[in-house]
């Protein structure tokens, strides 16, 4: 049997190009343009899924992408929605949520069950007796879940960009063409987006045989395509609205990203269901969804139908249905078709036998629908069930109501009411920026729609422009459009409000008796709406069961908070193309050239050390060998470089500082400890002097940007004249350290390097080869150095030159690895690894670092109290030369009477003196240099080191202050 | 099929309904002996061992909206207790004891189920911190070890631990009972047994102001919009709300409301039986009961009295979420949320006596306080009963700012919550 009718006039498929799908081995055949529901139905098949909870058989529903019963998937994609994803070539699909197809479903018979499986019932049971519990969890996660994830598959990254637009109307239905239309007139630039694969919207469905608007339909299509100042995305969903018109749009190629001046919400509704008992068995539907499928695929929904109506758009769905050959036995209205206008007259007229004030109270059939059995409306609302009357069919079409998608107007704060008359929520007031247009705006005469998606696109077109243009707009309908309650209870039940969740009505009145009356709470126990639909057909049914059952009001009851996404969005567009920066230095052609291997700092690679020799550790020892014994040169080009001017600089320098930075003599540098308002160190570097109103500081590598935004944030909020530059990319920084630095040095630079011109922590400005370079005499590994800045272009040349011209020296770049060591031995902490979250300087061990004499700096007060407060210190530890025991790791815990006693934050296996050695923070107060204190490895050994006093190496300092150009012996 | 399912197949599906969770009380009484400000999982839980543990059962728990409507139905619903300090890690474990007998206790399913958690380590830094909470936490008793490359891979084979070739996966701290729970349950559960045992909940009433006497050193009643009722004492359990209740008193404390935000795939047949927290690259993901993906982050970067949803969060988030698990980009994002943080500076609550009469707060519990529901309702019950702070909370006194003894949590809780 085919469904597939002759040619409509409107219909979205290419009959000249056929496409041929399998879905679950069976092949089929349909046209460019069908989406695999109509293309099975074309085929003959209406069974397209089966439901989340009891696995019940489901067909064709809405047609309007939230056909959640019939989602598909194969090796490459899950939940494929079938109502609208295209049937491409050579597809091939299984249903999703069935073990062994859609037919022989495993759990089929599930629905047998349903009468253990009341509301809420995975927290009522299957939980007692505890030891099954276990195996409740496996049967619950079993349960779970639609379709099935490939864990090997890959991509799905889509490249993101932004749109401006000055209009961005959402929904190119009537109202939607005509706001575009109307604005792009007004001079604006214009983006219209549609979900659907093509523009018209309802104009080409459901009004697709209204002769009156056939030249309209025309008119604004061609306007809308032919308009350059209208960039129209079909196929494309706004994902939500965001703050200051936001709104990311999910096209087909990716996301665009679009901040809209102004946007127009022409997004009409969603047809929403009749509950009666077995409202969900293949073959009932929408009025709607039955009218795409004959308007986009020209397919016929059914031979026979009954239907269920309530507004006049149930008619025009009727003589669609005529026009398309399907028999209607039975319309069911549930108020009086007198009522409904010229098109029930038609429907009338054309021998159509229609009950006034019934409705469906429950249809048979199994597979399919059979036939529908009709009750009279009593007084109360409700059917009289002593009165049947029951048609053959094998379709049911349901036109009661409508819920407008509102999402992204509750998302924008739109002020919502329920507009009692119409039956339908209705924004009565919006914020700045943004206009509804169209049957979501409560507007319905299709000349009015399209009038009033005219005038929001003027209205919003002059907005962009910071005028306002006085436009009458049609008034809402006067019209009821949606059915107060077209909800039926019956003692079978089977009556779904929910078709994502299988929830019957019982289930969700159940819910509010036990005290879940409140719309966000009885979704989150009854489950309705939480399923991948999000409540598109079956939140307003909940919200009307819930008023009537509590006796309050439909804004009283309010609705559920709609929130992102509007349709589920794939995380690949979500996520878009990936980026990682990665940043290196000027120098990295030499680091690969000397075989470094490189680690990750935050974005930065940078030399761990350089694979010299027969392992890393090998490696490492010899390049501290290189500083201690000749030369050696690391790339600290990732240090955060940042300079400091202006009158206020000195003050600027002494309240971030910890030390005293405005008496630093010119020409000088000093420390920089940094801690934050609690007193805890978040930074250190160096500070050079300038000028007296001009200072450069370095900072930790990850530090940069924070330690500049900090900077900026201050110097405003304190008032001081100062400016603050972040030079971190635009200056490099090189240490050459060593007993040889001076003698090779001096050599390469015009800056006097006697001792007396340029003393230890001073520094100088002059040129090396030529290039200019600020020289600072530091001493973090502790020995003599030189750290050289310089521009980025001339970093390179520096280095490689220095590698050249050092030689014979033996010279050696070191890596981060050997830094860390040279450090320690030296004593030196690491910001972060040697301090944690609450670390202050005395804790620290740097007393000296603080001048408590400054009327402020951050931290100061903190600094005061937490002084005599202090309960732990950094000290030096060592290992007996003899150990052989397991590795001392940082982070190993040392332990003292069974409790905890502090942490190891830095240790190594020190070359220099043979043994390992670190720096831990014991908390006793009392401990001192000698004692013996136990650090617990791995495996829970105990195993014993000494404190001893810091710095491990050159206790007075010789090496860096004193002339030991390549002389002396090795120290220690 | 379980017995307790079998009693509803011989009834009227319609004439079903189970007794009320809650009463819905008329009217408010005009004096209760304690106020409990927040019906969320914490002031039910509280409430629930006041009248369970110390018999004090005229309570009134007052929430503005509805029961769990705050962060305890927006949260992610991880459990763990490894934490970094000895306080922490201590008063968390209690908590998970709690609630290993907490279905039977309330008796509803909390769908508690123990998952093992991977607090994954990119770089030496991060293993450094890993190695430093496992040895605290073995220290303590807790079960937690600093696992490698190859045990990731046994446990997680879809993760890819090269993620996508920048910051590999070195190392994780991994903690077995790492569990997650039915957040809402939680809150119905306490709830409902609280109620059963004569403490009212008043759904839809909001605190407005708090009385206290002449000179403000004690509180003696609330203000709502329902009307005044006096209180012997008050407790505010209100978590992102703290600051506007603290300040009704005049309390200062360091309290900055930070969102934190959230968000769920389609639900998808379970494939992942763990929770995978990754601190570098600021996400966390595991699936929930119902097969959706539940996936978070750290809070937002600047502060705001807002529950907004950002597009950035979800662009941020997934973009890295694809890095770890490359499947996911085939599957949909279906639902985003946001829940006000209230954080604290060093990333512990603020529980106890306040230098008020009468006056207990129960804060600060930013991006991690529902693991913590059980243990804090149970020693906040015991502190107002006795009005003597219990010794599981002492660490977490408001006093701590003042002194200084901060706790120093950051290390633990940033993004694993
Ligand atoms: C996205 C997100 C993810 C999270 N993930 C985790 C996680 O994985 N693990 C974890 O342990 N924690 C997590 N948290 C934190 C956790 O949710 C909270 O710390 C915890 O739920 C707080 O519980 P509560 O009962 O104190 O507060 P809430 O549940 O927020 O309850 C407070 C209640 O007080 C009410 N209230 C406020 N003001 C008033 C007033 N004036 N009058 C009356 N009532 C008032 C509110 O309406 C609210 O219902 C997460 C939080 C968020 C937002």
New binding site residues.
Partial sequence: MSYRLQEQPFEWIDRSKTVNIEVEGRPMRGFEGDTISSTMLANGVIHMGRSFKYHRIRGPFTFANHDINALFENADKTHVRGDVELAEDGLKLKGANTIGGIAKDKFRHLSLLSRFLVVGFYYKGLFKPRFLRPFYERIIRESAGLGKVDLNWRGGRKSKRYGFCDVLVIGAGPAGMAAAKAAAESGAQVMLVDENAQIGGSLDYQYANDASVADTRSELKEAVLNNENIEVHTSSVAVGWYTDNWMPINTPNGIIKVRAEQVVMATGLFEQPSIFHKNDVPGVMMASAAQRMIARYAIKPCEVAAMVVANEDGYRAALDLLKAGVKINAIADLEDHEDRGDLAKQVKAQGVQIYDHHGIYEVEGKDRVTSATLCPLNASGELDTSRKTTVPCDGVMMSVGWAPATHMLFQCKADIKYDATIGQFRAQSLPEGMFAAGRVNGVFDIKDQIADGAGAGQQAAAAAKGESADVQRPEPTKVRQSHEYPIFSHPKAKNFLDYDEDIQLKDYINAAKEGFDNIELIKRFSTNGMGPSQGKHSNMNGIRILAKHTGKSIDETGSTTARPMFHPTPVGHLGGRRFRAERVTPMQESHVAHKAVFMEAGAWLRPEYYDTEATRTESIHAEVNAVRTGLGIIDVSTLGKIEVFGPDAPEVMDRICTMRMSNMKIGMTRYALVVDEAGVITDDGVVVRYADDHFYYTTTTGSSDPAFRTLQKQILEWGLKAEAVNRTGQLQAMNLAGPLARQKLAPLTDIDLSEEAFPYLAARTGTMYGKPVTLARVGFVGELGYEIHCLSGDAAEIWDNLLRDCADAGIRPFGVEAQRLLRLEKGHVIVTQDTDGLTNPYEAGMPWAVHMKKDFFIGKRSLEILKPLQARKLMGFMFPESYSGGTPKECHLLIKDGELNGRITSVSYSPTFNRYLGLAYVDDMNANVGDAVNVRLDDGALVEAELVSLPFYDPEGKRQTCDVDGTEEKVA | MPYRLLKYAFKNPEELGDPRYFDQPEKLKSSYDVVI???????LACAYYLARDFGITNVAV????YV?????G??????RSNYLTPEGVKFYDESLKLYLDLSDDLDINLMYSTRGHFTLAHSDSAMRTSRWRAETNKHLGIDSEVVDRQFIKNEVPYLDLDCGGTHPIMGALYHGPGAVARHDAVAWGYGRAANVRGVEIHQK???TGIKTNDDGTKVVGVETNRGFVQAGKVIS?????SP??TSMVGLKTPIEIFP???CVTEPVKPFMDTIIVSGSLHCYVSQSSRGEMVM?ASADPQELHSTRSSFDFVEGLTDQMMDLLPFTGGLRLMRQW??M?DMTPDFAPIMGKTPIDNFYL?GG?????????PVSGKTMAYTVANDKVHDLIKPFGLDRFDTYKLVGEKGAASVG?
């Fill in positions: 400000i927040g019906g969320g999982g914490h002031g007052l929430e503005q909206g769990g409507g705050g962060n305890t927006r949260n992610t619903t991880i459990v009433t909001q605190v359990m209100v978590a992102g709300s506007r209740i934190l935000q959230a978070g946001a829940g943080c129960d519990w930013g991006t991690w306080g529902f693991k913590a529901t919550h």
